[in-house]
């Protein structure tokens, strides 16, 4: 006669599986997902809306194709050279009427020179994420050198040491103002 081994218990193993999946899906952080970090315009009334016309030589348009060949203007153009192009756009130093308007205005009872410059950035359904990221950077460093600029001029430090009125005033005077069109066929150029 065989002498039989002893079994051991595995009704309990499925609970205890399940107990321990639960408890690591409950104390495990997920990775959080990353993207473009824009806070959106507000929403415009309805009046000021419909009134809101915006003067050709105020507007810039950046296209991306699909071939990820990057234009400003009417001129092809390497992205290295993008956000200098969009800071001499947006600030106009020599008033050149090619450029944006300014109109002045009253800010916290000072008076400021305001640009009225409009990136509209415009890409192809076939343009890589890659460049789109890219043009994006450039066009928002441009912004944000501006502003540095403008707060070493107005207050001796950069615009991230300013308090938060102080900010306040720096983006009224220097407006990030970049408008996504639609992605569209730009690739037969």
């Not at 107005?154 to 407006?175: A, C, H, M, T, W």
Request: glycine share 4%.
């Amino acid at each position: 006669m065989a002498k039989k081994t002893p079994e051991i218990n595995s009704s309990s193993t499925a609970d205890i599986a399940f107990l321990l999946l639960c408890y690591f899906l409950m104390t495990t952080t997920m990775g959080d997902q990353s993207g473009l970090q824009r806070r959106l315009p507000p929403i415009p009334d309805e009046k000021t809306a419909q009134d809101q016309k915006v003067n050709r030589r105020n507007i810039v348009i950046v296209r991306i194709n699909s071939a990820d060949k990057l234009f400003a203007g009417n001129e092809a153009m390497d992205i290295a050279y993008l956000k200098e192009k969009m800071k001499e756009f947006l600030s106009n130093p020599n008033n050149d009427p090619n450029l944006p308007e300014k109109e002045e205005k009253e800010i916290e009872g000072k008076t400021y020179q305001v640009s009225k410059g409009v990136i509209s950035l415009q890409n192809d359904r076939g343009t890589s994420y890659q460049a789109y990221i890219a043009v994006q950077n450039e066009l928002v460093k441009a912004v944000n050198e501006l502003r540095d600029e403008f707060s070493m001029r107005e207050y001796g430090v950069k615009f991230n040491r300013l308090s938060e009125e102080q900010q306040d005033i720096v983006k009224k005077v220097v407006p990030q103002n970049i408008s996504e069109a639609e992605p569209k066929d730009t690739g037969k150029r």
